[in-house]
């Protein structure tokens, strides 16, 4: 049996936890601070809670990280000195996660592909870094598929930016076209012609458009995660800085229901 620490449990993260949970580990989580809704996803996935994130970094041998990309250097950062394997599988650019990296003498780094594991076949976790095969060997024969791809830490977040490089800066183009078409007057004939010319885009941004709505507050941070890693590259980051606004605004309009 292998102690691991999920910080924090949100919809991902629980679901992560749970398919150790069902493979028999045992997963801890540090409840204070934390909201009513995350420890009602702890409960279900049957994690222990230990109260804080020290209690926690003592009595784990693996520490888990998934949460929102903007706070995934300040969860590191409250786990600094942990002695066993740090695991980022968060969506954060390659340079994000090799600074994780300086901050623990033994890294993973993960990137999530893919809906919560509810069943096989639709989840990858993405691993690099030096102990990658330790953590991918933890998921061996579950739901959620382990695929290590390279030694060297900011591999597996370089997979996730261009992966989600793609899925959500398409998504947020859409989003933006087809608001253009209702501004101008012009949605109805435009769907018209997409299903005759274009059938798959109107379900993709309808798709879209739920998704954002529900999760884009989580997406900004990943859009300027990718505009970063874009830019260390040299490459154009004005996609994905679009991308940004796009989501924040879905956050904005979701708030206001």
């Not at 901050?103 to 976790?125: C, K, N, W, Y």
């Not at 390279?150 to 997979?159: C, I, N, Q, R, V």
């Not at 739920?210 to 890693?229: L, T, V």
């Amino acid at each position: 049996m292998t102690v691991v620490g999920l910080v924090h449990p949100g919809e991902m993260g629980a679901a992560v936890a749970a398919v150790l949970r069902e493979r028999g580990e045992t997963v801890l989580w540090a409840s204070a601070g934390r909201s009513t809704a995350t420890a009602e996803r702890a409960a279900h996935a049957g994690l222990e809670d230990v109260g804080d994130v020290a209690e926690l970094c003592r009595r784990s041998e693996i520490v888990l990280s998934v949460c929102p990309p903007h706070a995934a250097v300040d969860v590191a950062r409250e786990a600094a000195g942990f002695a066993g394997i740090y695991v980022d599988a968060n969506a954060v650019s390659p340079d994000t996660a090799r600074a994780v990296a300086g901050l623990h003498a033994q890294f993973v780094d993960g990137g999530i592909v893919g809906s919560p594991p509810e069943r096989p076949g639709t989840t990858r976790l993405y691993l690099s870094g030096g102990e990658a095969e330790k953590i991918a060997a933890l998921f061996a024969g579950t739901r959620l598929e382990a695929r290590v791809i390279s030694a060297e830490p900011g591999a597996a977040s370089a997979l996730k930016a261009a992966y989600a490089g793609w899925t959500k800066g398409s998504a947020a183009l859409l989003l933006t076209v087809l608001e253009l078409a209702r501004a101008e007057g012009v949605e109805d004939a435009l769907l018209e012609e997409w299903r005759l010319s274009l059938p798959q885009l109107e379900e993709r941004s309808a798709s879209a458009a739920r998704s954002a709505s529900r999760k884009g507050w989580r997406w900004i941070g990943e859009m300027e995660e990718i505009a970063h890693s874009m830019a260390a590259q040299d490459l154009p980051t004005g996609f994905h800085e679009a991308a940004t606004d796009v989501f924040r605004r879905a956050a904005g309009e979701s708030q206001r229901r």
